[in-house]
């Protein structure tokens, strides 16, 4: 069983990524598990989401506490708060963030694959939330299908399509080009 993490604020999209990432792995024939955690239900509050997936039936019922991938969807939470807690070895960190991955030597010295990809950048360039606000959901998971592997772009992309009420084309477009545009080194980790 693989299990990721999301974290981000209120607003951004988090929980709506792992829902969204939750019916590509289903349309890809795995078996999935999405949940929220909320502290204080409001815009900017941090957020994190949990999603669980496996070839198999999930009959586990708690928060993730050991995942194999984390989402960092606002970069200033790695300063507020521990993103990396219980993050397996050799396990991966997907950072929204327009620095290079070389930029966070310590979570590189603790065994995970950084990878980076400038999603509020993307989000803006295709109208996605606020200039103040950007929603980088959808471009982050772009992001994550080819840094992890373990599910492709073009389900990401049919699952963006079906399930974002609002500019799908925008968001679709925003996926394809962070697929593209982020930055990791090594091969793609595909699990635990």
């Not at 397996?88 to 603790?110: K, T, V, W």
């Not at 492709?152 to 968001?171: W, Y």
Request: charged share 20%.
């Amino acid at each position: 069983m693989l299990e990721i993490r999301f974290h981000g604020r209120g607003g951004q999209g988090t929980v709506v990524a792992s829902e969204i990432l939750a019916v590509a792995l289903f349309q890809e024939g795995k078996f999935v598990q999405a949940f929220p955690a909320f502290g204080v239900e409001r815009r900017g509050a941090p957020v994190a989401a949990f999603l669980r997936c496996d070839e198999r039936p999930i009959r586990l019922r708690c928060q993730i506490e050991s995942p194999h991938h984390v989402v960092v969807l606002d970069p200033t939470l790695i300063r507020a708060v521990d993103v990396t807690a219980g993050l397996q070895p050799g396990g991966s960190l997907l950072i929204n963030s327009e620095c290079p991955p070389e930029s966070f030597e310590e979570f590189r010295a603790g065994g995970w694959q950084v990878a980076t990809v400038n999603a509020s950048g993307l989000a803006l360039r295709h109208h996605l939330g606020a200039r103040t606000h950007p929603i980088v959901n959808t471009a982050i998971l772009g992001s994550f299908s080819r840094v992890t592997g373990m599910v492709g772009l073009n389900s990401i992309l049919e699952a963006i399509a079906s399930e974002v009420p609002l500019q799908p084309e925008d968001n679709v477009a925003a996926a394809r080009e962070a697929y593209q545009e982020v930055l990791f080194e090594a091969a793609p980790v595909s699990g635990g």
